[in-house]
């Protein structure tokens, strides 16, 4: 396959940096918010043609380099047994595991309720442009031990879930050791039906101090990222808003590592060991701003791709559903138009 995202994740020179974004195929998108009229998430999670679908639906109404697979990181909870809606409001846990003073004991790991997920894989794998990657991902322990302990709150600092790590450290690890064994296996699931790259999503780094990260967190980070990578294929590891400890993803941890907003490229570029690329970094509220505003936020950038092509252009974190669609598509015109 001849595709920019590929080149850069290899290492080759390219003359513009790649464009993906995350949470590319959802609300931002006008086709996507028409299929939701009449389709819940869930239906177009579940049925391999409507995933599809919504999975190339970036490519096509954005021009993105790369397609991520429509599913949820959720997705690993309900498979090790908890209950899992998606309602008007968003997802909902019936049963979170906050209280539990062993959580792994009362769930029950079933690999072959992720089987519909390879399905739509295959489905996109056959429908997509040749030029056009499919990244693969799912969420980081830390992640997602916190919505399963905690469920969907709209509590941003998941107090039950730190209390646990801090309380039950054993029963802790042994709940990361089960996220971690189903993670690999559905990593390697992906890889086989044909996913090009893989993006771990550490969205909540930064509840916890980076020494404890390192010692119960980082280890299942490994071992998900040696299975993909022993397989070839690229990993990403997104850990938002982890500071400083952005020095500790070493080539030995990732590829490449995904950016957030509040680290300045340039102070990441330094941070992070020189054989790692990076993915990021625009705020993404920098496009409820004007076209000028955020072509000149863009401009900012092409110093650094003179000094750095291993870079992948992304938004610090995921689109806000209200974001206007005319301004991610100004974002992605500008980057594959401009000269670098
Ligand atoms: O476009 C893509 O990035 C691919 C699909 C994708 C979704 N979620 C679809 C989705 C991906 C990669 C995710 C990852 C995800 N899911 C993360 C990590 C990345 C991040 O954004 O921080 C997290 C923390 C989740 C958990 C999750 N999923 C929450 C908390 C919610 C509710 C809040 C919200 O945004 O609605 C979801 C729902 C969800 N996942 C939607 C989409 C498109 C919205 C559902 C809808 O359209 O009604």
Not at 5 to 12: C, I, M, N, S
Not at 58 to 68: E, F, N, Q, S, T
Not at 190 to 217: C, K, R, S, W
Not at 295 to 305: D, G, I, Q, T, V
């Amino acid at each position: 396959m001849h595709s920019i995202f590929l080149d850069t994740l290899q290492g080759k020179k390219t003359k513009r940096p790649p464009v993906w974004f995350m949470r590319q195929a959802g609300r931002v998108l006008p086709n996507y918010n028409k299929l939701k009229e009449q389709y819940t998430f869930r239906e177009l999670m579940d049925d391999a043609e409507l995933a599809a679908k919504v999975t190339l639906m970036p490519v096509d109404d954005l021009g993105v380099d790369a397609a991520i697979l429509f599913s949820d990181i959720l997705v690993i909870p309900n498979a090790m047994g908890m209950e899992l809606e998606f309602t008007d409001h968003g997802p909902v846990f019936n049963k979170p595991l906050k209280g539990l003073i062993n959580p792994a004991s009362h769930l029950n790991p079933d690999p072959s309720k992720l089987e519909y997920i390879y399905a739509a894989i295959d489905e996109i794998i056959k429908q997509r442009p040749s030029n056009i990657p499919l990244i693969g991902f799912c969420g980081a322990p830390l992640t997602t031990l916190c919505y399963m302990i905690q469920g969907i709150s709209s509590n941003p600092n998941f107090p039950d879930a730190i209390r646990f790590l801090f309380q039950h450290k054993k029963e802790a690890i042994k709940l990361i050791d089960a996220i971690a064994d189903l993670s690999v296996v559905y990593a390697k699931k992906q890889i086989g039906h044909g996913i090009d790259a893989f993006q771990l999503f550490e969205t909540h780094a930064n509840l916890i101090p980076v020494e404890m990260y390192n010692e119960l967190f980082m280890p299942a980070v490994l071992k998900i990222s040696r299975a993909v990578r022993e397989t070839g294929t690229p990993f990403i590891f997104f850990p938002k808003g982890v500071g400083t400890g952005l020095k500790y993803v070493t080539p030995d941890v990732a590829d490449f590592v995904g950016i957030d907003w509040q680290m300045p490229i340039n102070d990441a570029r330094k941070l992070v060991h020189e054989k790692v690329g990076l993915q990021g970094n625009l705020d993404p509220r920098t496009l409820y701003a004007t076209h000028d505003e955020i072509a000149a936020e863009l401009e900012k950038y092409k110093p650094f791709f003179k000094e750095n092509d291993k870079w992948i252009f992304n938004l610090g974190h995921g689109f806000l559903p209200d974001i206007p669609y005319e301004n991610a598509k100004f974002v992605v015109d500008w980057i594959k138009n401009t000269d670098w």
